[in-house]
Every structure is written in structure tokens, then in C-alpha cells.
């Protein structure tokens, strides 16, 4: 019985094909754009966050979620401004 068998490549032919075939060197030159560009973007981030916290924007984390729920005006305006709106809605 005759198996046909792939002919057997020595390793460095293996190197050679692989270096020829392969984008790598196009790849890896992107690194030197990218590696900059992502300490710029990093030094960037890290100046906002220092200007957030510089400013006062995390002192109060949890008044703006219970002001939501906190009605600013007593019901008897609202229902005086309910009442104007309707006027308002008339005129026109």
C-alpha cells in the first residue's frame, strides 16, 4: 500500500516561508504610532481627572441623586402654576 505522504520541509525552509508570507514587519510598525498616541491619550485622561477633582465635581455624589427626588416647590404653587398654565394655553 502506497500512502501518499507530504514531502518533509527542513525548518529553515519553514522560517523562510513564514518570513516572506507574513505582515508582521508592516504590523509592528503601527507600534510607533500607537504606543505615543496612547501616552498622549493617557496623559489626557489623567489631566481631566485632576481638573474634576480640582473643581469640586465628586464632593457630592449623592445630593443630586435625592434632589431628584425632592419636590422644590410646596403643592399649592404648583397647582397655582398648573392653573396659570391652562390661562396661558387660552390666549393664544
Known sequence: MDTMQPPEETPSSLC???QH???APDLMDILYLLIP???????????AFLW???SGQ???MEGP???ILMDDEPASLMAESAAQGKSDNNVH
Open 21 to 23: 508570507d507574513s505582515p
Open 16 to 18: 523562510t516561508l513564514i
Open 58 to 60: 465628586f464632593e457630592d
Open 65 to 67: 441623586a435625592h434632589r
Open 37 to 47: 498616541l496612547s501616552l498622549v491619550f493617557v496623559v489626557v485622561i489623567a489631566y
Open 52 to 54: 474634576a477633582v480640582k
